[in-house]
């Protein structure tokens, strides 16, 4: 390691406002039998075992990566309720949530309903919306 | 040549004893001599000398001059550490100390300099390899270790370095975004200079003029001048993140080793780019990684000796989930196949359902870990130790996580089986055994609370401060949308869903946790706090490892 790289790193630093949400995806990589897994609170292996040379780079790792990065929680994270950084921000949303009472599963049948009652936009166009975002960032 | 033969002249106070060492204050001046000094050749006068309360924004300089002639100045830190001043006369030789300063402390009439522990003179080749800048040994963590101050010398003589081309430690920085540096220089010239990783790290430096494009002459012609290393830090620890001890705190060092194992050499240096490499891609949020991560995970042992398992574990629908792969085999042939991965990582982090301890080939995984300076951190049902596994254990760099989650016999067997009465004698055993290697492994006891254990809680630090353990471990039960887990066992109904506590009764648990902590002077790693870990470290500096979980 030079001393421009070490320069580098500092600036790097400075201009960075912002660590990812959780740094498990960088730093952590786990090969077990029941598959590969980005974090020891993940919900389902990314791939298989015999995979792990390419899983590390995969399409669902750097989805993973790019909404953490933007200090979201991934689709695969928010699925993953073991992991007491989902559970923490969970905790936060249902505070700030109108309907803190609702669990997110309960409550994505009341934004349904509530779409189809006053706005009628089809589901398939919020998923492929929300599909193509995660493609173009990675 | 030793202390009895330095004739102590004035400015100084009549020997003391603080109950562990003699030592006497000098005054702001102070002189002693040596008559018809015979050893010819470079020599060390060394101190080991403290200061006392100054006012904070005070320091306590040391000049030293021998027959007249000036020699060099140390600033005193409050806690007893070496200096070293170098000189080469002979005959007869009159030394002089004078401070910038002394005070008076209430109570006591005289007028206080520093305390001197002990005075030597001695040639290179027999003077303390760790010179000045260091702090007394400590043995309370992974490796036994002496704190650095800002900047150190190591004196290479003692060691007989002169002609290896490697000198390595194991180094723990207190920073977590490497932005600490390390210089090292030899005869003034500047080997390395390297941003630290965080935590303990091995790392391998070069003491060969070729390793930094300079060539066999060179080194030859400096072959008089080969006695001292000079380390420097960029910064220290800063001191208010440290108020319990107030000494001047830059890394851990473990006692230097010296080799000529390009393999070794290299591969530290590869380890430490990947690191450095990985964060600046994390900082730069980069999703495709040229790095590999410094923590790898990996799954020892599908088989387990508790049978029906422990009323919470997933193990039908993980040995589903493990399919095809349940019975390959992996050991450390496997884990030096994962190449870049393996060589990457710093922690290896067994995730197996199943019991490592009970592996084949258990021993040849640890010794290889060991020889590639990883660390492990191995979870365990408490219920494998034997001689085999005990030998195998002790002397390991290993976080050992002992998952018992009960201290009375009955609740114990409420969660696991009636093997209760075997779980106190084996871990006393491994206490005893790894206190004779270097007081390794880690022993960590884990604590899952849930509605089954709750009132176990204070028998646990109990436990806990019986076997020794490094800390208790807070771990949570996994959260499981609708799990359908459902036992009876020991005449308990287990219900998954209703053993997980709530908010409000974890909160109760962790104060309770902090109260019995003091109690029991047992340390408590909360896992319920994973993500914040590395804004929990700040505030501790002097805590171990981060704990994963």
């Given at each position: 390691m030079t001393a421009d790289q070490n320069k580098t790193l500092g600036e790097l630093e400075a201009s960075l406002s912002r660590l990812p949400l959780c740094r498990e995806p960088w730093e952590s990589y786990y090969i077990l039998r029941r598959g590969i897994l980005p974090c020891c609170h993940g919900s389902q292996p990314i791939a298989p075992m015999s995979e792990w040379e390419t899983a590390w780079n995969s399409p669902k790792l750097r989805e993973i990566r790019w909404y953490l990065s933007q200090g979201k929680l991934s689709p695969y994270c928010l699925d993953s309720l073991s992991c007491p950084i989902v559970q923490r921000i969970l905790a936060l949303q249902k505070e700030k949530s109108p309907f803190p009472s609702l669990s997110p599963q309960q409550r994505a049948p009341l934004l349904r309903f509530l779409n189809r009652l006053l706005f009628r936009i089809p589901g398939r166009v919020y998923r492929v919306f929300r599909e193509r975002k995660g493609k173009r960032a990675i | 040549m030793n202390t009895t033969q330095i004739l102590y002249e004035m400015g100084w106070f009549p020997e003391e004893h603080d109950g562990k060492y003699p030592f006497r204050w000098m005054k702001k001046q102070a002189t002693f001599s040596l008559k018809n000094?015979?050893?010819?050749?470079k020599k060390y006068l060394l101190i080991t000398a403290a200061g006392h309360s100054y006012p904070e924004e005070q320091t306590v300089v040391l000049e030293l001059f021998l027959n007249g002639h000036k020699k060099g100045m140390k600033t005193i830190d409050s806690a007893f550490s070496s200096y070293a001043f170098l000189f080469d006369e002979t005959g007869d030789l009159q030394f002089e100390f004078r401070l910038s300063a002394a005070y008076q402390v209430p109570g006591d009439p005289r007028e206080l300099g520093i305390m001197f522990r002990k005075i030597e003179i001695l040639p290179p080749s027999q003077a303390d390899p760790f010179l000045e800048g260091w702090y007394v040994c400590e043995f309370d963590d992974f490796f036994p270790f002496r704190w650095m101050k800002q900047t150190a010398k190591i004196n290479l003589v003692t060691f007989g370095?002169?002609?290896?081309?490697y000198i390595s430690f194991h180094i723990f920085s207190e920073f977590s975004d490497f932005s600490q540096k390390l210089k090292i220089d030899l005869a003034g010239e500047i080997f390395s200079e390297i941003p630290l990783l965080p935590k303990w790290n091995f790392y391998s430096f070069p003491l060969q003029p070729s390793q930094s494009g300079q060539d066999e002459e060179k080194l030859n012609k400096r072959g008089g001048e080969w006695t001292e290393l000079n380390l420097s830090l960029s910064k220290v620890y800063p001191k208010k993140n440290h108020p319990e001890d107030q000494r001047e705190l830059g890394i851990r060092v473990s006692s230097p080793e010296f080799h000529d194992d390009e393999e070794t050499h290299k591969t530290s240096i590869s380890f430490h780019q990947n690191a450095l490499l990985n964060y600046q891609e994390m900082l730069e949020g980069k999703t495709k990684l040229e790095s590999f991560p410094p923590n790898l995970g990996v799954d020892?042992?599908?088989?387990?000796?508790i049978k029906p398992p422990c009323v919470y574990c997933l193990w039908d629908r993980m040995k589903a989930l493990e399919g095809?792969?349940?019975?390959t085999p992996v050991d450390e042939n496997t884990l030096a196949e994962y190449g870049p991965f393996f060589r990457s990582a710093r922690l290896i982090i067994n995730c197996s359902f199943?019991?490592?301890?009970?592996?084949?080939r258990l021993g040849e995984i640890l010794d290889f870990c060991q020889k590639q300076n990883k660390i492990l951190e191995i979870s365990t049902n408490g219920q494998a130790f034997s001689r085999r596994t005990i030998e195998a254990l002790a002397g390991k760099p290993i976080y050992l996580y002992i998952s018992l989650d009960a201290a009375t016999k009955e609740t114990y067997q409420k969660i696991r089986n009636d093997r209760w009465e075997t779980i106190l004698p084996n871990l006393l055993h491994l206490n005893q055994e790894r206190k004779k290697k270097s007081n390794l492994p880690k022993i960590y006891l884990v604590f899952m609370p849930m509605k089954v254990n709750k009132e176990d809680l204070e028998p646990y630090f109990h436990l806990c401060q019986k076997v020794e353990a490094e800390a208790l471990v807070l771990r949570p039960l996994n959260y499981l949308e609708n799990p359908q887990i459902e036992v009876d066992r020991a005449g308990y109904h287990f219900d998954y869903e209703k053993e997980l506590l709530s908010a409000g009764e974890l909160e109760d648990i962790f104060r309770k946790c902090d109260e019995f902590s003091v109690k029991y002077g047992i340390p408590v790693a909360n896992q319920f706090a994973f993500g914040i870990q590395e804004e929990a470290d700040l505030k501790k500096p002097l805590t171990p490892e981060k704990q994963r979980f």
């Amino acid at each position: 390691m030079t001393a421009d790289q070490n320069k580098t790193l500092g600036e790097l630093e400075a201009s960075l406002s912002r660590l990812p949400l959780c740094r498990e995806p960088w730093e952590s990589y786990y090969i077990l039998r029941r598959g590969i897994l980005p974090c020891c609170h993940g919900s389902q292996p990314i791939a298989p075992m015999s995979e792990w040379e390419t899983a590390w780079n995969s399409p669902k790792l750097r989805e993973i990566r790019w909404y953490l990065s933007q200090g979201k929680l991934s689709p695969y994270c928010l699925d993953s309720l073991s992991c007491p950084i989902v559970q923490r921000i969970l905790a936060l949303q249902k505070e700030k949530s109108p309907f803190p009472s609702l669990s997110p599963q309960q409550r994505a049948p009341l934004l349904r309903f509530l779409n189809r009652l006053l706005f009628r936009i089809p589901g398939r166009v919020y998923r492929v919306f929300r599909e193509r975002k995660g493609k173009r960032a990675i | 040549m030793n202390t009895t033969q330095i004739l102590y002249e004035m400015g100084w106070f009549p020997e003391e004893h603080d109950g562990k060492y003699p030592f006497r204050w000098m005054k702001k001046q102070a002189t002693f001599s040596l008559k018809n000094y015979k050893v010819k050749g470079k020599k060390y006068l060394l101190i080991t000398a403290a200061g006392h309360s100054y006012p904070e924004e005070q320091t306590v300089v040391l000049e030293l001059f021998l027959n007249g002639h000036k020699k060099g100045m140390k600033t005193i830190d409050s806690a007893f550490s070496s200096y070293a001043f170098l000189f080469d006369e002979t005959g007869d030789l009159q030394f002089e100390f004078r401070l910038s300063a002394a005070y008076q402390v209430p109570g006591d009439p005289r007028e206080l300099g520093i305390m001197f522990r002990k005075i030597e003179i001695l040639p290179p080749s027999q003077a303390d390899p760790f010179l000045e800048g260091w702090y007394v040994c400590e043995f309370d963590d992974f490796f036994p270790f002496r704190w650095m101050k800002q900047t150190a010398k190591i004196n290479l003589v003692t060691f007989g370095a002169k002609p290896h081309k490697y000198i390595s430690f194991h180094i723990f920085s207190e920073f977590s975004d490497f932005s600490q540096k390390l210089k090292i220089d030899l005869a003034g010239e500047i080997f390395s200079e390297i941003p630290l990783l965080p935590k303990w790290n091995f790392y391998s430096f070069p003491l060969q003029p070729s390793q930094s494009g300079q060539d066999e002459e060179k080194l030859n012609k400096r072959g008089g001048e080969w006695t001292e290393l000079n380390l420097s830090l960029s910064k220290v620890y800063p001191k208010k993140n440290h108020p319990e001890d107030q000494r001047e705190l830059g890394i851990r060092v473990s006692s230097p080793e010296f080799h000529d194992d390009e393999e070794t050499h290299k591969t530290s240096i590869s380890f430490h780019q990947n690191a450095l490499l990985n964060y600046q891609e994390m900082l730069e949020g980069k999703t495709k990684l040229e790095s590999f991560p410094p923590n790898l995970g990996v799954d020892l042992y599908g088989k387990c000796n508790i049978k029906p398992p422990c009323v919470y574990c997933l193990w039908d629908r993980m040995k589903a989930l493990e399919g095809e792969y349940v019975d390959t085999p992996v050991d450390e042939n496997t884990l030096a196949e994962y190449g870049p991965f393996f060589r990457s990582a710093r922690l290896i982090i067994n995730c197996s359902f199943g019991e490592p301890l009970l592996h084949p080939r258990l021993g040849e995984i640890l010794d290889f870990c060991q020889k590639q300076n990883k660390i492990l951190e191995i979870s365990t049902n408490g219920q494998a130790f034997s001689r085999r596994t005990i030998e195998a254990l002790a002397g390991k760099p290993i976080y050992l996580y002992i998952s018992l989650d009960a201290a009375t016999k009955e609740t114990y067997q409420k969660i696991r089986n009636d093997r209760w009465e075997t779980i106190l004698p084996n871990l006393l055993h491994l206490n005893q055994e790894r206190k004779k290697k270097s007081n390794l492994p880690k022993i960590y006891l884990v604590f899952m609370p849930m509605k089954v254990n709750k009132e176990d809680l204070e028998p646990y630090f109990h436990l806990c401060q019986k076997v020794e353990a490094e800390a208790l471990v807070l771990r949570p039960l996994n959260y499981l949308e609708n799990p359908q887990i459902e036992v009876d066992r020991a005449g308990y109904h287990f219900d998954y869903e209703k053993e997980l506590l709530s908010a409000g009764e974890l909160e109760d648990i962790f104060r309770k946790c902090d109260e019995f902590s003091v109690k029991y002077g047992i340390p408590v790693a909360n896992q319920f706090a994973f993500g914040i870990q590395e804004e929990a470290d700040l505030k501790k500096p002097l805590t171990p490892e981060k704990q994963r979980f």
